[in-house]
C-alpha cells in the first residue's frame, strides 16, 4: 500500500470517529464518549499527516515551523478553556468558532495564492472564493458574538435607518465580486472580498440581540464546518469535506431546533432585532403600579411552611454563581419535608443547556431538573415558585400580550403557583427588554440584590424558622 | 469538470445528509455540548492548514500558514477542551469533589 493511501484509509478512520461522535453527542449516556472518540479521531488525522507528500511529490515542509504552531496555539487555548468561568462557556464556544472559520479562510487564500501561477480551473477558484466568503463572515460575525456576551459592548440589537438595505448590498457586492474575480482571475480583488467579508460578518451580527446570540454562534459554527469543507474541496482532501459537510448540516439543524426551543423561526431570530424596542405596552406602565417587596425573614417562613416549592433559574443565577447556596437551600427545606424541583425552561441562561451545567455542578440530581411541560404541571399544585434570576422566561406577556417582542415564547407559569418569589437584581428588564406583568401580581414578592446574597439570607431565614 | 470534483461533490451531498440525520433527536439540554462538540470537529482545518504550510514555497504563504495552524490549533484543541469540560458536569452521580472550586468567583 502506498503511502497516500495509507494516508487516505486513516482519514476514512477520522471521518467515522467525527460520525460516532456527533451521533453520541445528541444522547445524553453517550456524550462523553462521543467527545473522547473524537479527539481521538482528530489526533489520529493530525499525526497522520505528518507524513503527507505534497502534490509535488516533496514529504511535508517546514515541519518544524508546523510544530511552533501548534505548540503557541495549545499552550493559548488549554488554559483559556480550562480556567475560564463555567458562565463565559458560551463566549469561549464563540471564539473557537471565529478561528476555526479565519483559519479556515487563510487555508483557502493560501491555497489560492499557490496555486494561482497555474492559472486554476474556474470550480477551483469558486472552492477559494467560498471558503474566503464563509470562513471570513464566520470570523468577524463570531468576534462581535463574543463582544455582546462577555459585555464589552452593548447585547442590545444595534440598528440604524436602512439597516437592512445596507446589509443586503454589502451581500451582493460579495457576490459580484466573487463573479469578477472568477471571470478575471484578479488576485488584488481576492483581498477586496476578504474585506467585503469582514465587514459583512459584522454587520449581519449587529442587530441580533443578546439572548439571541447562542443561536446565532450556532449558525455559525455551522458556517465554519462549510468554510472547512469548501477548504477540503480546494485541498482535494476527503476528511475536510467529510468533517466540514457534517457540522454545516447538522449545525443548520441544531440551530433551528435552538430557535424551535424559544417558539421562534430562524429568520425571526436574524432578522428581526428582537429586543431592540422596549414593548409598546411598557408605556402604559407609567401608571403608579407597585410592587410588594419582602424581607428574607418573611420569605423564608413562607418557604419552610410549603408543601412544594419549584426553583426556577435564569442568568442571573449563573452571574451570582449562586449554585451551591441554592443546593443548600433546597436541601434544608428538603430536611424540613418540602418537596423541591427545579423548572428549566429550554432558553434559560445564555444557552440551551446553561442552567443544566450549572445545577449539575452542585451536584444536584438529574430527577429534580423537570423540562418545561413537566414544571408546568408540576406549577398548578406548587405552593411557591422560587423565580431566581429569570424574567423572560416566565413572562405572561409571551402569552396573552400579542404586541409583545416575546409573544408565542413557551414559558414557564410561575404565576400557576399559589405565591411566587422573585430574587432579582433590580426593576431593569430582562434581556429581551420586555416589562414583566408578574412583578406586579399581588401574589408576587420580590427580594433584591445579587442571588447569591439573597439566597444566603434565605438559607439563614429557613434554618431559623 | 473531472472526475475527482464529481467524486468530491459525492462526499459532499452523502455527508450533508448523513449530518442531517444523526442529530435528529436531541434533547434541548445537550444543544450546547452538541454546538461545542461540533465546533471542535471542525477544528479538522488543522489538517489543512498543516498541508498548506507544509507545502508553502514562498514567505506569503509560510506567513499565511503559520497563522492558520495556530489559530486551527486554537480551535480543536479549545474547542474539545471546552466540550469535555461542559460534559464533565453531566455526570448525575459522582462524589461532590468540585465543589469549591467556584466560588468566591460573583460578578
Given at each position: 500500500m502506498s503511502r497516500g493511501t495509507l494516508l487516505d484509509l486513516i482519514y476514512l478512520i477520522a471521518a467515522t470517529t467525527f460520525i460516532i461522535a456527533l451521533k453520541g453527542l445528541g444522547s445524553p449516556k453517550r456524550a462523553r464518549m462521543g467527545n473522547v472518540v473524537a479527539a481521538a479521531g482528530m489526533t489520529l488525522a493530525i499525526v497522520a499527516t505528518f507524513f503527507h507528500q505534497t502534490s509535488?511529490?516533496?514529504?511535508?515542509?517546514?515541519i518544524p515551523l508546523i510544530l511552533l504552531g501548534m505548540f503557541i496555539g495549545a499552550i493559548v487555548a488549554v488554559p483559556a478553556a480550562r480556567f475560564m468561568?463555567?458562565?463565559a462557556m458560551p463566549q469561549l464556544v464563540a471564539i473557537f468558532n471565529g478561528v476555526g472559520g479565519g483559519a479556515a479562510a487563510l487555508v483557502s487564500i493560501t491555497e489560492f495564492v499557490h496555486i494561482h501561477a497555474e492559472k486554476p480551473a474556474t470550480y477551483v477558484t469558486l472552492e477559494v472564493l467560498l471558503g474566503v466568503l464563509i470562513g471570513t463572515v464566520s470570523f468577524s460575525g463570531s468576534a462581535i458574538a463574543y463582544a455582546k456576551l462577555q459585555e464589552l459592548m452593548t447585547g442590545r440589537p444595534i440598528t440604524y435607518p436602512g439597516q437592512q438595505i445596507i446589509n443586503a448590498l454589502f451581500a451582493l457586492t460579495a457576490v459580484a465580486l466573487i463573479v469578477i474575480i472568477l471571470i478575471t482571475a484578479s488576485t488584488p480583488l481576492l483581498w477586496v472580498l476578504l474585506a467585503v467579508s469582514f465587514v459583512l460578518g459584522i454587520i449581519f451580527v449587529l442587530p441580533i440581540g443578546g439572548a439571541d446570540v447562542p443561536v446565532l454562534i450556532s449558525l455559525l459554527n455551522s458556517f465554519t464546518g462549510l468554510a472547512v469543507a469548501a477548504s477540503g474541496f480546494t485541498l482535494g482532501n476527503n476528511l475536510l469535506i467529510v468533517a466540514g459537510t457534517l457540522v454545516g448540516a447538522s449545525g443548520i439543524l441544531l440551530t433551528r431546533m435552538m430557535s424551535a426551543a424559544m417558539g421562534r423561526s430562524l429568520a425571526n431570530v436574524l432578522?428581526?432585532?428582537?429586543?431592540?424596542?422596549?414593548?409598546?405596552?411598557?408605556?402604559?406602565?407609567?401608571?403608579?403600579?407597585t410592587v410588594r417587596s419582602g424581607t428574607p425573614e418573611d420569605i423564608g417562613v413562607l418557604l419552610a411552611y410549603s408543601g412544594k416549592v419549584v426553583i426556577i433559574p435564569g442568568y442571573g443565577l449563573a452571574v451570582a454563581q449562586a449554585q451551591h447556596v441554592i443546593r443548600e437551600l433546597a436541601d434544608e427545606l428538603e430536611a424540613k419535608g418540602v418537596e423541591v424541583l427545579y423548572a428549566i425552561h429550554p432558553v434559560a441562561g445564555r444557552m440551551p443547556g446553561h442552567m443544566n451545567v450549572l445545577l449539575a455542578e452542585a451536584n444536584i440530581?438529574?430527577?429534580?431538573l423537570k423540562e418545561m411541560d413537566e414544571a408546568n404541571s408540576e406549577l398548578t399544585t406548587a405552593d411557591v415558585a422560587l423565580v431566581v434570576g429569570a424574567n423572560d422566561t416566565v413572562n405572561p406577556a409571551a402569552k396573552t400580550d400579542p404586541g409583545s417582542p416575546i409573544y408565542g415564547m413557551p414559558i414557564i407559569?410561575?404565576?400557576?403557583?399559589?405565591n411566587v418569589v422573585f430574587l432579582k437584581r433590580s426593576m431593569r428588564p430582562g434581556f429581551a427588554g420586555v416589562e414583566n406583568d408578574l412583578l406586579f401580581d399581588p401574589k408576587t414578592v420580590l427580594l433584591f440584590g445579587d442571588a447569591k446574597d439573597t439566597l444566603t439570607k434565605l438559607l439563614a431565614a429557613v434554618k431559623a424558622s | 469538470m473531472t472526475n475527482a470534483i464529481l467524486q468530491y461533490a459525492t462526499v459532499f451531498m452523502l455527508s450533508a445528509f448523513v449530518g442531517i440525520e444523526i442529530i435528529s433527536k436531541v434533547p434541548s439540554i445537550l444543544h450546547t455540548p452538541l454546538m461545542s462538540g461540533s465546533n471542535a470537529i471542525h477544528g479538522v482545518i488543522l489538517v489543512g492548514a498543516m498541508i498548506i504550510l507544509g507545502s508553502a514555497t514562498t514567505t506569503v504563504e509560510e506567513v499565511l500558514g503559520f497563522l492558520a495552524v495556530i489559530l486551527a490549533t486554537l480551535n480543536v484543541v479549545g474547542g474539545f477542551v471546552v466540550t469535555d469540560r461542559m460534559l464533565e458536569l453531566f455526570k448525575s452521580k459522582s462524589p461532590a469533589s468540585r465543589k469549591a472550586k467556584s466560588e468566591g468567583d460573583a460578578q
Open positions: 509535488d511529490g516533496h514529504s511535508l515542509r517546514h468561568q463555567i458562565t432578522f428581526s432585532a428582537f429586543g431592540s424596542v422596549v414593548a409598546s405596552s411598557s408605556a402604559e406602565r407609567e401608571d403608579g403600579r440530581p438529574y430527577e429534580k407559569n410561575a404565576g400557576d403557583a399559589e | -
